[in-house]
Structure formats: C-alpha cells, structure tokens
C-alpha cells in the first residue's frame, strides 16, 4: 500500500540547535513529496518540494530536505533551530496528480 | 487577494443535524479539495474536485457530500453530523496537474467542528 510515515510524533531540541524530522514512503516508483508546517491554529504551508533531479532540495524558512532513493527517505533539516519553528510538520506525496497523502505529523516544541 | 476562506471558523453541531462548511478561492484554482485531520491520523481526503461540475471521492468521504458548481466555492455538506465527525476541516485548492506533476496546494484557515 502507498503511505507515508513520520516516525516520531514529538521533538522537543532546544533554540540554535539543529533539526531533522524523519518521513518515510512506500511506494513503487519515484514518488513526489513535500514538507509542509502548521503553526498553531493556521492552515499548512507549503515548506519544500521534490519533484526530480537533485535530491537536496532548499525550502524556505531556511529548511532543506534530502531525498534517499535506497532509505525510501524525505528527511527535513535545519541547522540552527528558532522558537518560531515551534509548530506541526507534515510529511505528504503523491504518485501524481494533486491527491496527496499525508503522514500523521510531528510535533516540534523548541527549548530556549 | 484573499487566497482560500473558510467559514464559520468553529462550529458546534448536536447529533443530526445538518450543516454547510464553506470554502472559497480566489486564485481562478481548478483543483479543490477537502480533508480532515485527527489527532495522530495526520490529513486525510474526503473529496476533491477537479473543475466545475466534477467531483470524486478522497479515502474518507461517507457522511459528507459536496458539490462544484462555480470555479470558485466548493461547498462540503454534512447531512446528518455524528459525533466521530468531530475535527478540524481544511479546503485546499491548486492548478490542476492531471496525473502529472502536482502543483501547490494552498490551504484554508481551517474549521473546528464539534458534534456532541
């Protein structure tokens, strides 16, 4: 079955440090994927995408994220964490097309 | 530009009861959407619409039904509201992609919903 998985449903890392948040993905072929964050009471917001080509993709905010064909991996990175990153963190793909599945979401608290 | 609008922000229904949540765009988007999200369950999809006058089902849609009849609104209706309906409901909207590569979503604000 397709699906997507964030492994770690909460983060706390303290303010300056750095960040990963891990996705996974089940899929047959080269999916399309996405990182998306939620703050609290807002919709989403689209953070980056990976569609093709080089897999470390730049987002904004000062995120990145590396896609790893082998892991079946999407992971997202900061090196230098803020209290505003405080928030909810999708990770989603599609095969193709505009349906996107998503994963159920990490929460991140930043220490200061 | 006001992107995508949702109404009411919070709304608190008793069992039975019917309502409309309304979505609006105004960035001419073809592709609509609806999902829920639950506790742990992240974003799920319950219906979609790809134009005026077309609609489909996403992975959840029983209980809900929706409608397209203009560009810019795609209303999503509960019939008959049970309490395991009780969540936070998000419209979206983008360009079409057909079954190429997708283009961005944008989200609305959301809705809290609450059926007791």
């Known amino acids: 079955a397709q699906s997507v998985t964030q492994p770690d449903i909460h983060i706390t890392v303290s303010e300056g440090a750095s960040l990963e948040l891990r996705c996974n993905y089940s899929?047959?072929?080269?999916?399309?994927l996405f990182w998306y964050v939620q703050s609290p009471g807002q919709g989403l917001q689209l953070l980056l995408k990976y569609f093709s080509g080089d897999t470390l993709v730049q987002g904004i905010k000062g995120f990145e994220a590396e896609f790893k064909r082998s892991q079946s991996s999407f992971n997202l990175r900061k090196p230098s964490v803020h209290w505003s990153d405080a928030a909810e963190y999708f990770c989603?793909?599609?095969?193709?097309?505009?349906?996107?599945?998503f994963g159920t979401g990490t929460q991140l608290k930043v220490e200061l | 530009n006001a992107g995508v609008t949702q109404t009411p922000k919070f709304q608190v229904l008793k069992t039975g009861q019917s309502m409309t949540l309304q979505c609006a765009q105004d960035?001419?988007?073809?592709?609509m959407s609806w999902y829920r999200q639950d506790p742990g369950m992240g974003l799920r999809l319950i219906h979609y619409?790809?134009?005026?006058?077309?609609?489909d089902q996403g992975e959840v849609p029983n209980g809900y039904n929706v409608s397209r009849s203009t560009t810019e609104d795609f209303p999503l209706r509960l019939l008959s509201a049970a309490p395991s309906q009780t969540s936070v409901y998000f419209c979206a909207s983008s360009f079409s992609s057909g079954t190429g590569a997708p283009n961005e979503q944008f989200f609305g604000p959301g809705t809290r919903l609450t059926v007791l």
């Open positions: 899929y047959g072929a080269t999916p399309y």
């Open positions: 989603a793909f599609t095969g193709g097309g505009n349906k996107l599945t």
């Open positions: 960035m001419n988007h073809e592709y």
């Open positions: 619409s790809v134009g005026a006058g077309i609609t």
